[in-house]
């Protein structure tokens, strides 16, 4: 157990290294307002604190900087989340005012917002395959040999692509494969459409359509872009603006991490629903070694859709972002359900 005294200069050394990411002496922490212990007994706790490993010493310095550990004890024991200003929340609900044809846009619509407002890299999961399931689908031809595959999902989500059609296709054909599906796959899985495909629709075609193997690879194909989730970013350079990140070898790792769109959504993909912190070496991923991720799902009617994420240095401003990851989610959540009951 940490002595009152040692809780102070503890949130007084981490709040200070946040703003301003420097090293902190113990003259900095005796000049607080809140502070009233002189510089020889704040030196002295600040020994017993790096002894416990709630602080570290940087090689060339009379500082102190937060450890995993400290900043760990300091975001469960130490802060509460920042309320938002009423500038803040009537910014975040004008941008969600605009009329959105898609939910696709909602949610980059919510990257952006997040990395504005933050100032860190916003990294947005969209509706999670392995939940949603499909509604309907359509295929509309726009040639003779184009058409437009439609799948829509029951978060509403809705999947356009342009796929080829076989030659001298029968209107006729196209539209009774596409009552096949939709009377067959309604409410399977996305991730399960092309087992579904494979094992039992496949049948069904191969006994009722004449271009059987053509129609089965068209949607083989249309089916295999449904495997992957949705991965938006906002403020992906956001990280280029903190100190810590000055290290080239290190931003090109993290950059190329970001291309994966597999990677990023197994590693931001929550564990428990609300809100998470992870910091440093609980990313369990060695890039992430320096960073903090703090994650926050948004639902429907209490169905689990999709995360959102903060992607900074752990010397984050932990309570703004809480702050305002917590009413985000939440303000998604609430528009999301809106536009689901339509």
């Known amino acids: 157990m940490l002595t009152e005294r040692q809780l102070l200069i503890l949130k007084a050394i981490v709040d200070n290294y946040i703003t301003h990411a420097e090293p902190v002496g113990s003259r900095s922490v005796s000049k607080r307002e809140d502070i009233d212990y002189s510089p020889a007994t704040i ?67 919510s990257a952006k ?21 499909l509604r309907q689908i359509q295929i509309v031809p726009i040639s003779s040999s184009a058409a437009v595959a439609i799948i829509v999902t029951d978060t509403g989500h809705v999947e356009n692509q342009t796929v080829a059609l076989p030659e001298n296709l029968d209107v006729n054909e196209l539209e009774k494969v596409v009552n096949i599906l939709n009377a067959s796959l309604k409410g399977v899985p996305l991730v399960k459409l092309r087992d579904k495909l494979t094992t039992e629709i496949s049948k069904v075609l191969e006994k009722y359509i004449d271009q059987y193997d053509e129609m089965l690879s068209l949607l083989n194909k249309t089916f295999l872009s449904q495997q992957n989730e949705k991965v938006f ?17 290190r931003v090109r790792r993290l950059f190329n991490i970001f291309e994966e769109d597999e990677l990023i959504s197994r590693l931001f993909r929550p564990e428990d629903k609300g809100l998470t912190i992870k910091i440093g070496q609980e990313n369990r991923f060695e890039p992430f070694d320096d960073c903090t991720v703090v994650t926050a799902t948004y639902s429907v009617e209490g169905k ?9 240095p752990t010397r984050m401003e932990y309570q703004r972002v809480i702050g305002i990851l917590d009413y985000l989610s939440k303000d998604l959540s609430k528009l999301l359900t809106k536009r689901y009951q339509q």
């Open 233 to 249: 970013f906002g403020g992906k350079t956001n990280i280029l603006a903190q100190p810590e990140f000055n290290d080239v070898e």
């Open 113 to 133: 917002i997040l990395s504005n407002l933050t100032s860190y890299t916003s990294i947005v999961l969209g509706p999670e395959v392995f939940e949603s399931t």
């Open 43 to 109: 030196r002295n706790e600040m020994s017993d604190l790096e002894e416990l490993g709630f602080l570290e010493k940087p090689h060339s310095s009379a500082g102190r900087i937060p450890s995993h550990k400290g900043y760990r004890y300091y975001v469960d024991h130490l802060l509460s989340p920042k309320k938002l200003s009423k500038n803040e929340i009537i910014g975040i609900q004008s941008m969600f005012r605009d009329r959105f044809s898609e939910i696709e846009q909602v949610i980059q619509q």
């Open 304 to 312: 689990n859709m999709g995360t959102i994420s903060i992607l900074g």
